[in-house]
């Protein structure tokens, strides 16, 4: 067994603060959002805003909170963990395995917190708007908030068992919103599919806790941060296997190919869904476990790194050429979703903390505006599709503003969000020595400036192609845009290499405020070599997709032209997962498990009968063929007690029971004397 | 009271009594039948709330409340009882499920009605499950074993499913009812007649170590029939091991010996479901824990390993046999495999870990499974039919039964933060590391298998939910009116939902109470082993 020692905690945590009232209770935050949920499943009904009031009041509360913390870390970086045993068992030689819930307060985790609580918080008020008039408003608010809670959980948890916890919370929140308009099976399909891919993922995660907890004989990040830091030999055993694990329960959740496949059906869901799932809620979560296992990857288990880098590299180029062919406008930035992930990916997996979650932070930003405003066209149109679009600028000039804004910081033009963060991430694959993927990033760019400018033309520019006269949506609607606008613009500028705004230190700190030094490596400057070739790519094809897609063109022959043989069948049919994952459940579901109910109805029962039938033969024969004969009194006397006792149950008809009793009676003491003699 | 060794008898025979007395109540007088079926049900209850608080958890490994009288001298079995850390929790589910039962059975009358027998039949239930729980005596328990055989069968034959069926193979129809309790009943006794066996072998083993013959179960334990001169060879023990592992493994029941339960639970009125899959169930799996493995300890090491492989069979075919059914009810009966495989996966382990993971198994398991049968009971009380073909949109038609539908498969599929998580997280924790001498790889093996059957578990339950709680309503119910959950219904699912969340949030409910009682089995019984896994995991710490 190991644990930390005093002196390897005095070192750990050296220098950080332990964020007095705020960080202590921070576990408010965590329990708030289920406090608005039981609110809203039983009072929310009554309410004017059947129930949003409670989900909005929890999380302005938690904007609040995390603010706070936000500031305090930002100002000298704070480290601060609260535990409560909530189960303990004794296991050998006198020590014991403990459960607990609470809370981790520190860079990470409060990043995470404030994340939560603002993209939440404009989506929440963005679907008052949106929802409005929808036949389960409540259920959906209620949802929502557990939705929010179980991410708070999840990414407060100072252990992975409430990790866990925290992590299906969210998998079943997303199951209830997904399949939202359950009248529809279609809807349920989709929700069951996210529900069972990230499930087969969770194997993976459940595994690897096991391991880790067994090996360590504790859950806590903390005592594993501090195991790997210090190259715990017992734990450098497992820290492979552990690691894949681990890493395969963040493929789930975070969408990294082959398992993305839940992702882009995820959009069944009402649009605020599809923006908090894609921005802060849920797909944020497997790379949030990367980097909150952080120490264990860049200490011990360096070895799992080429795997996962290139599936990352697989995922943020593969998904990024399915957004390129796709019609539905939420579709495509559900691939853009999937791409992007990738990025956060192979960034942690190449051992960037930093790069990683820094594109994680800007991300939610412009992808949720994106979600948003795709959801304001859909809402005012009635379709999902670009092809029912078109022109829209001219109807939504807010939306239509927003929209370009958080494309151009997706695509990565400078000097937006998306451009420093993900020529962060471009810079660690070059400096951790992965050119190639490096490589593939930058192509990666280009592709998805070429699918955002695609998008942009084909909902806004040219002519309107659907039916009846969209409107501008709502201030309820379009406030959260523009909230969400602003820092898809600036929030760059919080980790720009070298950069220091005053007393409050850079992203780079904040985030480094961990029980120990994450190791990861910190430009001093910007490479503007590189940037300029990121920059490039991204211009390349915002200006082809432009060309290609722009109403002056002629669009049909240039989409024709876009038809490439072989790739675009196999960008259609998705690469064929969807047929193969669906091949998997028929074949379970149909041949296999009628295979077994058959078994059991045939086989095992088969012997049951069989032996009930030649049982009663048996009987028949002793009855009429031995003891009516008078040959064997004895058995005369027992069955006739056996008759008598028959009488009682008469009306169930099932004599047959008392005779087998008596068999039985009589084989066991046959028995019983025979083990006596021959012990 | 408890100190005196009375209390856990008042606990055993209060419903025996009970149900005696109302035998004097006339037939007609159904209101006063009812109340006071209710009355003994709830003292029952609240008795075992008392004897928790009397209880001493500082000492939870040691036998407490105990009696311990002369009853057949002559053949050296004493009426001894008491409870221990591992009975405690499983005798509050005893006295609570019956307790929930007698409150669910208020307005929901199966045909051909009859509440004075039905009532009667749970009462004497109630005493057969709760002496098991308790009892310190071989014969005891072999008596309260089979005690509970008899209320089912009849529960099963009379109020069950009068649907005809026809056996495979055979020309000839019978009531789906008298198929089941007859199937019920043989596997049982078939077991039970095994069980028997070992018990009196353990009997005269017991006279060769200590001088005199004894069927107490602490005195076996601490008798070392395996290990002290005169004792017992590897070979019989081998044979008594593998008796007495039928005898329990019918009931858990384990693979292949599970065909009874679809049919049982199947056939059973909604309460009889409910007993059987909350309580009957368990007391195989704590047989193994009371008596097989700490009278045996080597044997036991013996049979994990195939413990462990028919424990992991029962995980992936329970779970694919509910993928092919299309009766709800049946769907859920065959739940039940796959659980009590969990159930089992952690009993094989023989660590602490694995003993602990199966009791919160059980009872998570107990209060999981047991809303499920009141809920599909219910339902099909309002459809007539569980066919899941049929079904559909029942979210719509009946919001509250739907939501709690949808909560409880939730649970079923082992939902972090819901009580079921605990007996498969824990369960694959010990299988992980089983105790040294184990073969790792197969239990590790065993580790992946059953993770794998956590996927198939969510599978068909988000199938039953599909299939019968979402979608719109068929034509066959659109436009009916159903009454949603009765009072009486949400007063006996209520206690089980908020347990269900206690638990999954709390699991030191269950664990405070087992946790030492465990691990004072393991040492007792593979002391030096455990010391061996310390040494191996010490030195591999550096």
């Known amino acids: 067994m190991w644990y930390l020692t005093a002196e390897e905690e005095a070192h750990a945590a050296e220098a950080l603060s332990s964020g007095g009232f705020f960080a202590e209770w921070a576990g408010v935050m965590l329990v708030l959002p289920f406090v608005a949920f039981l609110l809203i499943v039983f009072f929310g009904k009554r309410m004017r805003r059947h129930g949003a009031e409670f989900a909005i009041g929890a999380l302005a509360v938690n904007l609040v909170w995390s603010s706070v913390l936000f500031f305090q870390n930002a100002v000298e970086g704070i480290h601060r963990e609260v535990s409560w045993v909530v189960g303990e068992i004794g296991v050998f030689g006198g020590d014991r395995l403990v459960f607990e819930l609470g809370w981790v307060v520190d860079g990470l985790s409060i990043m995470m917190f404030w994340l939560v609580s603002f993209v939440g918080l404009l989506v929440f008020v963005y679907a008052v708007g949106y929802m409005h008039g929808d036949v389960r408003v409540t259920a959906f608010f209620a949802a929502f908030s557990l939705f929010a809670g179980a991410m708070l959980v999840l990414v407060g948890a100072p252990n992975l068992v409430q990790l866990i916890i925290g992590w299906e919370g969210v998998g079943l929140a997303s199951y209830l919103l997904i399949g939202h308009y359950w009248e529809d099976l279609d809807n349920v399909r989709a929700a069951n599919k996210a529900f069972l891919v990230n499930k087969v993922a969770d194997v993976g995660l459940i595994l690897g806790a096991v391991v880790l907890g067994f090996t360590l004989g504790t859950f806590r990040f903390s005592e594993l941060s501090v195991a790997a830091f210090d190259h715990s030999p017992e734990l450098a055993g497992v820290a492979v296997a552990a690691g894949l694990l681990l890493f395969f329960g963040a493929m ?428 | 009271m408890f100190e005196t060794g009375w209390g856990l008898s008042l606990i055993v025979f209060l419903p025996l009594v009970g149900g005696l007395v109302a035998l004097a109540i006339p037939k007609d007088n159904e209101a006063l039948l009812k109340r006071w079926s209710l009355l003994v049900a709830l003292v029952t209850f609240l008795l075992s709330l008392w004897a928790v608080a009397s209880f001493d958890f500082g000492a939870a490994h040691t036998f407490q409340f105990e009696a311990d009288l002369p009853w057949i001298p002559a053949i050296g079995a004493g009426y001894h009882i008491g409870v221990d850390g591992i009975s405690l929790p499983l005798l509050v589910l005893s006295t609570l499920v019956v307790l929930l039962a007698i409150v669910y059975s208020w307005e929901h009358w199966e045909e051909p009605r009859n509440p004075k027998a039905f009532l009667i039949l749970i009462l004497i239930l109630a005493t057969g499950m709760n002496g098991t729980f308790v009892a310190l005596d071989l014969v005891l328990f072999f008596i309260f074993f089979e005690v509970v055989l008899l209320p089912m069968y009849f529960m099963i034959g009379i109020w069950g499913d009068k649907k005809v069926m026809r056996i495979p193979g055979f020309a000839r129809e019978i009531e789906t009812r008298l198929y089941a309790a007859i199937k019920f009943f043989l596997f049982t006794l078939f077991g039970s007649a095994f069980m028997l066996l070992g018990f009196l072998a353990l009997y005269f083993a017991s006279g060769d170590v200590l001088g005199e013959r004894t069927f107490d179960i602490p005195t076996l334990i601490a008798a070392g029939l395996e290990t002290a001169p005169g004792g017992l060879t590897a070979t019989a023990a081998w044979l008594i091991f593998g008796a007495m592992f039928l005898g329990f493994a019918v009931k858990v029941p384990m693979w292949p010996l599970h065909t009874w339960l679809p049919d049982a639970h199947t056939a059973a009125p909604t309460v009889g479901s409910v007993l059987l899959a909350a309580i009957l169930l368990k007391l195989g799996s704590y047989g193994f824990i009371r008596i097989a493995l700490p009278i045996l300890p080597e044997q036991a090491q013996v049979w994990a390993p195939a413990i462990a492989v028919l424990a992991v069979i029962g995980i992936i075919y329970g779970s694919l046999a509910c993928l092919a059914q299309t009766d709800m009810k049946r769907l859920i009966a065959f739940s039940s495999v796959g659980h009590m495989g969990f159930v089992m996966l952690g009993i094989a382990t023989l660590t602490d870990i694995g003993l602990n993971a199966s009791i919160i198994g059980m009872v998570a398991h107990g209060l999981i499974t047991g809303l499920l049968f009141f809920l599909a009971g219910s339902m099909s009380h309002r459809y007539h039919t569980r066919e899941m073909a049929r079904l559909g949109g029942n979210l719509k038609l009946m919001p509250v039964i739907g939501g709690i539908l949808a909560f409880t498969a939730m649970a079923s599929l082992g939902l972090p933060g819901l009580a079921g998580f605990w007996g498969e997280f824990m369960a694959l924790l010990g299988a992980y590391n089983p105790l040294p001498g184990l073969d790792l790889g197969l239990f590790r093996t065993a580790m992946v298998l059953g993770a794998i059957g956590t996927v198939l578990t969510a599978g068909y339950m988000l199938y039953m939910l599909q299939k019968v709680n979402l979608g719109e309503p068929s034509e066959e119910w659109s436009g009916h009116t159903f009454h949603d959950a009765d009072r009486y219904e949400l007063a006996a699912w209520v206690p089980l939902i908020v347990l269900i969340v206690v638990i999954g949030f709390w699991p030191k409910l269950v664990f405070g109470a087992t946790t030492d009682a465990v691990v004072s089995l393991v040492d007792t019984a593979w002391g030096g082993a455990s010391e061996t896994a310390a040494a191996i995991v010490t030195t591999l710490g550096g």
Do not use: C
Request: aromatic share 12%; glycine share 10%; no cysteine.
């Open chain 1, 252 to 679: 789930g959740k975070s969408a990294q190919f082959p398992l993305h496949i839940w992702l882009p059906d995820a959009m069944a869901g009402p649009t605020p869904v599809s923006a908090l799932m894609h921005a802060a809620t849920m797909v944020t979560a497997g790379v949030y476990l990367m980097g909150r296992a952080f120490p264990l990857f860049e200490y011990l288990a360096s070895d799992t790194r080429g795997l996962m880098v290139a599936i990352g590299a697989i995922t943020l180029f593969a998904a990024g050429l399915l957004a390129l062919v796709q019609d539905d406008i939420k579709k495509v930035l559900a691939y853009s979703t999937v791409s992007q992930l990738g990025y956060m990916m192979t960034a942690v997996a190449a051992g960037g903390y930093t790069a990683g979650l820094f594109h994680l932070f800007t991300h939610a930003f412009f992808k949720a505006l994106l979600f948003l405003g795709a959801g304001a066209v859909i809402h005012a149109v009635h379709s999902n599709n670009m092809s029912d679009m078109g022109g829209l600028r001219h109807y939504m000039p807010r939306t239509h503003w927003t929209f370009v804004v958080g494309s151009l910081s997706l695509a990565g033009i400078f000097p937006l969000a998306g451009f420093w963060s993900k020529d962060e991430i471009l810079a660690t694959l070059g400096y951790e020595g992965y050119t190639t993927v490096m490589w593939i990033g930058i192509a990666g760019a280009f592709v998805t400036a070429f699918y955002m400018a695609r998008a942009v033309a084909l909902t806004f520019w040219g002519s309107y192609k659907g039916h009846g006269h969209p409107h501008e949506a709502p201030a309820v609607m379009t406030v959260p845009l523009i909230g969400l606008a602003i820092p898809s613009i600036f929030a760059g500028f919080l980790n720009v290499p070298g950069v220091e705004l005053g007393p409050i230190r850079n992203f780079t700190a904040w985030l480094g405020a961990r029980v120990v030094p994450m190791g990861d490596h910190h430009a001093e400057s910007v490479d503007w070599a590189l940037a300029a070739v990121g920059l490039a790519a991204a211009l390349t094809g915002l200006v082809l997709g432009w060309l290609v897609f722009s109403p002056d063109a002629d669009t049909q022959r240039a989409r024709d032209r876009f038809r490439i043989p072989v790739l675009y069948p196999l960008l259609e049919a998705k690469y064929f997962l969807d047929h193969i994952a669906w091949a998997i459940v028929n074949a379970t579901k149909g041949p296999l498990a009628r295979l077994v109910d058959w078994t059991n109805s045939y086989v095992i029962d088969g012997v049951v009968n069989a032996a009930g039938f030649l049982s009663a033969a048996l009987a028949r024969f002793v009855y009429g063929g031995l003891d009516q004969r008078g040959i064997d009194l004895a058995y005369n006397g027992l069955s006739q007690m056996a008759d008598a006792a028959g009488m009682a149950a008469r009306r169930l008809q099932t004599g047959r029971v008392q005779q087998y009793a008596a068999g039985f009676v009589v084989g066991a003491l046959v028995l019983v004397l025979m083990i006596a003699v021959f012990r």
